[in-house]
């Protein structure tokens, strides 16, 4: 069974900087796109950053320059930089990734189970 296992995240003031990381566990064959996305309460789900399996990224308008992706393939993790950290960046923020596994024919897109970045003025 494929697991995506987030961490890091928490609480940061504003122009602050904070990493979160999201690593792929299970009986995984490959890996295609890995990404994150954000949601606050009563809103739509908004990506944020995703990254190619050769490191190809981009990224979402309101964290462009702010924010930097990066994955280890090897490790099967996905990383998140968050720079110049604004209060509009408050949100949960999810994992995601294309995965194909041993047994399947075809990939699939899996979701880690949310981390909380809070951003205080």
């Known amino acids: 069974q494929v697991q995506l296992v987030e961490s890091g995240g928490g609480l940061v003031q504003s122009g602050g900087s904070l990493s979160i990381s999201c690593a792929a566990t299970g009986s995984i064959w490959g890996i295609n796109a890995m990404g994150w996305y954000r949601q606050v309460p009563g809103k739509q789900r908004e990506m944020v950053a995703l990254?190619?399996?050769?490191?190809?990224?981009k990224y979402g308008d309101s964290v462009e320059g702010r924010f930097t992706i990066s994955r280890d393939n090897a490790k099967k993790t996905v990383y998140l930089q968050m720079n110049s950290l604004k209060p509009e960046d408050t949100a949960a923020y999810y994992c995601t990734a294309q995965i194909e596994t041993m047994d399947a024919d075809r990939p699939d897109t899996y979701w880690g189970q949310g981390t909380q970045v809070t951003v205080s003025s």
């Open positions: 990254i190619g399996s050769h490191g190809t990224a």
